[in-house]
């Protein structure tokens, strides 16, 4: 929270009062100003009347030099003269955070090594799931298991103790007319509903990470079986808190899939469990190896 805090109670000001002074200079009006900068134009007269040195001094008192500075912002005021408010809009939010970043590594640069070393933010383990999401998704055939609803893939590094613990899309997959594609981005929390799924898991088999929905078809479970894997059956119900408790239910016996007939409009979708990306890769090509279009 850190950063967002310096970012909008300290640069945003600052940064809005130097825009003012250059944007009026270029000779925008003061509407037009207050309509780049968010604000009402008496909120840019207030702006204007603060001398640009003390917005410069402000941002440098948080280690952003005004050279720094001039050289967003001439490119920011040549975007706004032009009439490019998209690409003016896009260009204030990254110069914004990259302003904040800068303060930050100037004063607490210990806390955050590896922002301040590449400029931004990395997670080893969401750049984990994105390699693994898309050797799953590299798997031919495998829109013929998406369900309608779309699916998503939970992880987790280790025994999730709450959805905070998962990592997931905050979009999903779908299929397309030429294969599938992801949407969203991986995040702590992403999927709440098959995350959810994967806590509950962990609950009876603590060795699983991951977890992955597809479509349900007697053929889906049957090859699963044939191959020695377990498979539970829930449902059909009519209130998501069934679901819940019948899902419950099945994984104290601690299954590998869990197939879940639905409920009222609601498809069959199965809930798919491994301890390794490759146990779910071997599985997930199974299923597909006897799925029809």
Not at 4 to 12: N, Q
Not at 19 to 41: C, D, F, I, N, T
Request: proline content about 3%.
């Amino acid at each position: 929270m850190l950063i967002l805090e310096l970012a909008y109670s300290r640069i945003l000001p600052a940064l809005r009062g130097v825009l003012a002074h250059k944007l009026v200079s270029s000779g925008l009006s003061q509407r037009r100003v207050a309509e780049y900068l968010e604000v009402s134009q008496p909120m840019v007269h207030k702006l204007l009347k603060k001398p640009l040195e003390e917005y410069y001094s402000e941002l440098e008192r948080l280690g952003v030099s005004r050279l720094l500075v001039d050289h967003y912002v001439d490119i920011l005021v040549y975007s706004a003269t032009r009439g490019d408010y998209e690409k003016f809009t896009y260009m204030a939010f990254t110069l914004l955070n990259h302003l904040a970043t800068r303060a930050v590594c100037s004063v607490y640069g210990y806390k955050f090594v590896d922002l301040c070393v590449s400029g931004v933010f990395k997670d080893s383990h969401i750049d984990y799931y994105k390699s693994f999401l898309l050797r799953i998704l590299s798997i031919r055939g495998l829109e013929r298991v998406i369900p309608e609803v779309g699916s998503n893939l939970a992880y987790a590094v280790r025994t999730p103790a709450t959805l905070s613990d998962v990592i997931g899309l905050t979009g999903g997959i779908v299929k397309t007319v030429s294969g599938v594609v992801f949407y969203g981005e991986p995040m702590y929390g992403g999927s709440r509903h098959v995350g959810r799924v994967l806590v509950e898991v962990s609950k009876f088999n603590p060795e699983v990470r991951f977890c992955f929905n597809t479509k349900c078809t007697s053929t889906l479970r049957g090859v699963l079986e044939e191959r020695g894997y377990s498979v539970e059956v829930t449902g059909p119900h009519l209130k998501e808190e069934d679901f819940w408790s019948e899902l419950l239910t099945a994984l104290s016996k601690k299954p590998t899939a869990v197939c879940d007939l639905g409920g009222l409009g609601l498809e069959p979708v199965m809930y798919i469990f491994a301890s390794s990306i490759g146990e779910l890769e071997e599985m997930l090509k199974l299923i597909v190896g006897v799925a029809r279009e």
